[in-house]
């Protein structure tokens, strides 16, 4: 019990620190059937709270670019982050990225970096297809489940 213990604090203290790096209020992870949810809360006046306006990103990378486009693009073919992180869309800074809209990939290609925790994960195609859509920026903060590019 001990142990699970020790390993759940250190899962903790490295998700407090993913809140602090990426500026997050609160992270949540799960990993066979355990789930660690982390928040820290923000006392902040109401008054100083600024809310920008919601930009669609995508929008400049789809022909016709009408909110339903948006939206069936976001949603359809687009692979999501499977983790919190950073996403690094070529494997070195001033390098070539690993894809570009109307690039096609292979099954098992990587399409681009997801560092978290130090540790750079690529994230590789699982299907075959046409990339259409690349719905992040480099070197931005990223969180679970979060749409990255489009695979049609």
Excluded: C, W
Excluded at 82 to 109: C, H, I, N, R, W
Excluded at 116 to 129: E, H
Aim: glycine content about 6%.
């Amino acid at each position: 019990m001990t142990d699970k213990l020790s390993i759940e604090k250190d899962a903790i203290r490295a998700l407090a620190d993913i809140l602090v790096e990426t500026d997050l209020t609160e992270i949540e992870y799960e990993n066979e059937g355990h789930r660690i949810r982390v928040a820290r809360n923000l006392n902040l006046p109401a008054t100083s709270i600024a809310i920008p306006p919601a930009v669609a990103p995508a929008a400049t990378n789809i022909p016709n670019s009408e909110p339903s486009a948006v939206k069936s693009a976001s949603t359809e073919g687009a692979i999501k982050s499977p983790m919190v992180g950073t996403v690094y869309l070529s494997s070195e800074p001033g390098a070539a990225p690993f894809v570009k809209v109307g690039d096609t990939v292979a099954q098992g290609q990587t399409l681009l970096i997801i560092e978290a925790m130090k540790v750079m994960n690529p994230i590789k195609a699982p299907r075959a297809g046409k990339i259409t859509s690349i719905l992040i920026k480099d070197a931005q903060p990223i969180e679970f489940g979060e749409p990255l590019l489009v695979i049609e």
